[in-house]
């Protein structure tokens, strides 16, 4: 998956990114392979690494955290950032590093103009999603054979109007590269049709009316500050198998946990090979004062 660019002018070379075109440089067995038994790396709250250090606490926090940023910011928005942040890597350079799933935690600024819509964990992002899309979909254009799902949620503070805006920004951005609802494709057929996007949305409403849009994609959640019980938990996740066949429009469930340092947690993480019952492929993206952990959790399919 490596190569070399030319550098334009001259007789030398760039270095291409290791894991830029990584789809198109699978094994012919695995382009007939449908999307939800591929392992595909994804990075947790994907925007963080934009925050804005001057922005509001957000509305949906507790209104204790809100009182105290506007009370005590510059004691209580550091604390928040540290928190916040999971990514140091901006967009472009995790579809470069091989992310192909991105956690886009969508939300309208109250302060705002009516119709910018910015990203948001805890605090809210500098960049716009419209500005995010475009720079996705040039990204795309560049690397036709590389596919990429967007998982659009939260949604904090849109109204009917604002979803609708929204959906109408991805289908101007995507256009023909947007893969419509139905059974999980395989890369085969996706490069035949010259579809790139799998947009997933967690809104009932725009799903019924948008063909687009694909369900809400699941994702294990631990919630442990021990090293011992996450893994207890993801043991336990995966004895539980699959969930059967992905239900129509969800092509994988996810899974999602903090404290990559710990060493107890980085064994068990080398534990994993294609020979258990259950493969796990998982990519770490450091950011801010803590790491995450984003993987995708698939039994191994039989080529």
Known sequence: MGGQLSAPGGGGSLPR???ADWMSALCPRLW?????????????????????????????????????GKLLPCVTRPMVLKWSVTQALDVTKQLDAGVRYLDLRVAHVPEGSRR????????????????????????????????VILACRDFEG????????????????????????????????????????????????????????????PYWWADQA?????????????SCGRPGKAAQGQPEEQAACDGVSHLSILNWITSQS??????????????????????????????
């Open 274 to 303: 294609p020979l258990c019952h259950v493969e796990s492929h998982v990519h770490r993206f450091r950011g801010g004062g803590r790491g995450r952990l984003w993987g995708r959790y698939s039994t191994r399919h039989p080529l």
């Open 116 to 147: 910018n819509l910015h990203f948001v964990h805890f605090v809210y992002t500098t960049a716009l999603v419209e500005d995010t899309l475009t720079e996705i979909s040039e990204w795309l254009e560049r690397h036709p054979r590389e596919v």
């Open 17 to 19: 990114p290791v894991n």
């Open 32 to 68: 007939d392979v449908p999307l939800h038994h591929l392992s595909i790396p994804g990075s947790h709250d994907t925007m963080t690494y934009c925050l804005n250090k001057r922005s509001p606490i957000s509305h949906s926090q507790s209104w204790l955290l809100q009182l105290l």
């Open 158 to 217: 849109l109204t009917e109007e604002l979803h609708e805006y929204l959906v109408a920004c991805v289908r101007n951005i995507f256009g023909d590269m947007l893969c419509p609802r139905g059974e999980v494709p395989t890369l085969r057929q996706l490069w035949a049709r010259g579809q790139q996007v799998l947009l997933s949305y967690e809104d009932e409403r725009m799903l019924s009316r948008h063909r687009e849009l694909w369900p809400g994609l």
């Open 226 to 238: 021990k090293p011992t019980e996450l893994v207890r938990y993801l043991e336990h996740m995966k």
